[in-house]
């Protein structure tokens, strides 16, 4: 990756050069401790393994503002700009500045992040597709690809009942429009992936919804983008990002396993994936480690919307992740499901509101990227060591041979079941009663991972 920190001219991130590798015993605070990109952790370098992407939106959109208050953040990128036009192309500079000093090799866009919407269908294309030829320009001089693009169907007033689901059939056709040209949009920038994540494609009452319409709409629209992109020769991977709620009441992609079920009943599980994101898992009521192993167990794992969320705050506060014990679990799970193949580790993540120093996002997605990096180690540690899966593996060992491998298989009927059951008996009281009776082990596999999480 070229080190051409600020490609368009103008440098927006001043004083602060690439961000290196300095190990933990560092106490320079735009450094990485952890993240050595070339380390090579399990026969593959830490960076190709961790594909970390820029979140546009909240990095380079968002301006600290919130329902109680307004903007905290000025970007340089808007100051002096004369129309949205000119502070998109600044931003896009400032941007690509930034993933080069980080030393990320992905980002991620809405399209309305990168372009401002204009004053029909026609002129929002044209828009988007000036910085489109903008950021293939900056790619191919960085190095820095598209992890994923997406379109934004939900800020727009005229989202507010839906995009895919809206119960007005010209809002629907509308979305249509603004699908197809980001899908063209990623298809130009190569991207390796499309998302979907359907903020307002849920409702907010009963009491005016046609619930099954809905769905049946929105996987209408699902297949006619997987059909459009496909005759457009995309190769890349659609992902769905489930969350159960916030715009909606209740989001149709509630979680991992309703997105499974849809996508299977529609016929879509071919060409979809899920893109996993923390802080919705724990929105739905679930650990972020239960979405991953969900989608993996599925088939379906393909890529992660890496952030936090609070335990006691019922939203999404998308913080940027810290906690090691979280990524460890999280990226032994996706070591265990093969490592990600399209996907990536996207900071779906924002500063706080008054994080308002420039130098503040570089040291939230330091902190980041050595959080997983950690959680990386972690996970190789517990697959190369081997006891943790031993353990899993054996705990089902009954189930490897003789009668337990025939049920398993589907050799064995109810009634036959049963009498293997019967003849083997029990001692009331479990005397005899072996079966069923082994421990779980859970403190013991608890206290290995701390001595993981330390190191051997
Ligand atoms: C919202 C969210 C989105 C998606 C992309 O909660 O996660 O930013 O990741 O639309
Ligand atoms: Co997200």
Redesign the pocket.
């Known amino acids: 990756m070229a080190d051409n920190f600020f490609v368009g001219g103008k440098e927006y991130f001043p004083g602060i050069g690439k961000i290196k590798y300095e190990g933990a015993k560092s106490d320079n605070p735009l450094a990485f401790k952890y993240y050595d990109p070339d380390k090579e952790v399990g026969g593959k370098k830490m960076k190709d393994h961790l594909r970390f992407a820029v979140?546009y939106?909240h990095s380079f959109c968002a301006d600290g503002s919130d329902p109680f208050g307004s903007a905290t953040f000025h970007h340089p990128w808007n100051a002096g700009a004369k129309t949205p036009m000119d502070a998109a192309q600044n931003k896009m500079d400032a941007a690509f500045e930034f993933f080069t000093k980080l030393g990320v090799e992905f980002y991620c866009f809405?399209d309305r992040d990168i372009a401002p919407e204009g004053e029909s269908p026609s002129e929002s294309e044209k828009n988007l597709f000036t910085l489109v030829a903008k950021a293939k320009k900056l790619q191919e001089a960085t190095g820095v690809k598209l992890l994923w693009g997406?379109a934004?169907l939900f800020s727009h007033p005229r989202f507010m009942n839906g995009a895919a689901t809206n119960p007005e059939f010209g809002v629907t056709a509308l979305a249509a429009a603004q699908l197809k040209a980001a899908i063209d949009a990623t298809i130009e920038l190569d991207g390796r992936g499309y998302?979907f994540?359907g903020?307002r494609e849920g409702y907010m009452s009963l009491l005016n919804t046609d619930l099954k319409r809905e769905k049946e709409h929105l996987a209408r629209f699902l297949t006619m983008a997987r059909d459009y992109a496909r005759k457009q020769g995309f190769k890349g991977v659609f992902y769905i990002?489930p969350?159960p709620m916030?715009p909606t009441k209740h989001q149709y992609d509630y979680d991992a396993e309703t997105v499974i079920g849809f996508l299977r009943c529609h016929g879509l599980d071919k060409d979809f994936r899920l893109?996993i994101?923390a802080?919705?898992a724990e929105l739905a009521g679930h650990d972020f480690v239960h979405e991953l192993e969900t989608a993996a167990a599925a088939g379906l794992f393909g890529s992660v919307?890496a952030n936090r969320g609070d335990p006691r705050n019922g939203w999404?506060t998308?913080q940027f992740p810290m906690s090691f014990h979280e990524t460890a679990m999280a990226m032994y799970v996706i070591l265990k499901a093969g490592g990600f193949t399209t996907g990536g580790l996207n900071f779906?993540a924002k500063i706080r509101r008054n994080s308002v120093d420039p130098s503040d996002l570089f040291l939230a997605h330091i902190g980041g990227m050595d959080a997983f990096a950690v959680g990386l180690e972690v996970a190789d540690r517990i697959i190369s060591d081997g006891k943790i899966p031993a353990f899993v593996k054996q705990r089902y060992s009954s189930f490897d041979t003789g009668d337990g491998a025939k049920f398993a298989k589907g050799e064995l009927t109810l009634e036959q079941l049963a009498k293997i059951g019967t003849d083997a008996g029990y001692e009331k009281n479990g005397k005899n009663g072996k079966a069923g009776v082994s421990s779980g082990k859970q403190e013991y596999l608890e206290n290995l991972l701390n001595q993981y999480m330390l190191g051997l």
């Open positions: 979140a939106w809405h997406t934004n998302t994540w903020g990002e969350k916030e893109n994101e802080n919705h919307d999404d998308d779906d």
